[in-house]
């Protein structure tokens, strides 16, 4: 009895910051519902960079100047639409800059906010 009881407490305190407090507008975002897709990832980023030094040692570096320059400018030109689209979302739903409490709400404009943060993330 008591082994289903310690399940019972640790489904629920895994439950308890990933579906009781998650933002129920997001839920189907990718990357959102469950931690182990970013665990999965931080998972393949720690393999790359372990194993990678030793998987390209033999090839010659490539030349990539121009392709970093063309990624770099359109990180430059996304992160300012995204600076846009914040700055007209909030101004037109009345946003307090200092501070105010969160809005959980349908409305157009407030998923149109938290879809751009979430590329804020990615970006």
Same mark, same amino acid.
């Given at each position: 009895? #008591? @082994?289903?009881m +310690? !399940?019972? #407490?640790?489904?629920e @305190?895994?439950?308890?910051?990933?579906?009781?407090?998650?933002?129920?507008? #997001?839920?189907?975002?990718?990357?959102? $519902? &469950?931690?182990?897709?970013?665990? %999965?990832?931080? *998972?393949?980023?720690?393999?790359?960079?372990?194993y %990678?030094? $030793?998987?390209? *040692?033999?090839? $010659?570096?490539?030349?990539?100047?121009?392709?970093?320059?063309c =990624?770099?400018? *359109?990180?430059i030109?996304? !992160? +300012?639409?995204?600076?846009? /689209?914040?700055? #007209? *979302? @909030?101004? &037109?739903? +009345?946003?307090?800059?200092?501070?105010?409490?969160?809005?959980?709400? =349908?409305?157009? =404009?407030?998923?149109?906010? @938290?879809?751009?943060? !979430?590329? /804020?993330l990615?970006?």
């Amino acid at each position: 009895m #008591t @082994s289903s009881m +310690g !399940n019972d #407490t640790k489904t629920e @305190s895994y439950s308890y910051p990933f579906a009781d407090l998650a933002d129920e507008r #997001t839920q189907d975002w990718p990357l959102v $519902k &469950s931690p182990w897709n970013i665990i %999965a990832l931080l *998972a393949l980023y720690l393999l790359m960079v372990r194993y %990678a030094p $030793k998987w390209t *040692a033999r090839c $010659k570096p490539l030349q990539l100047r121009v392709p970093l320059f063309c =990624h770099s400018l *359109a990180m430059i030109f996304l !992160n +300012g639409y995204i600076c846009l /689209e914040f700055l #007209t *979302a @909030s101004l &037109s739903l +009345g946003y307090n800059f200092a501070c105010q409490e969160c809005r959980v709400s =349908h409305d157009p =404009h407030e998923i149109r906010v @938290s879809w751009r943060s !979430n590329w /804020e993330l990615r970006s």
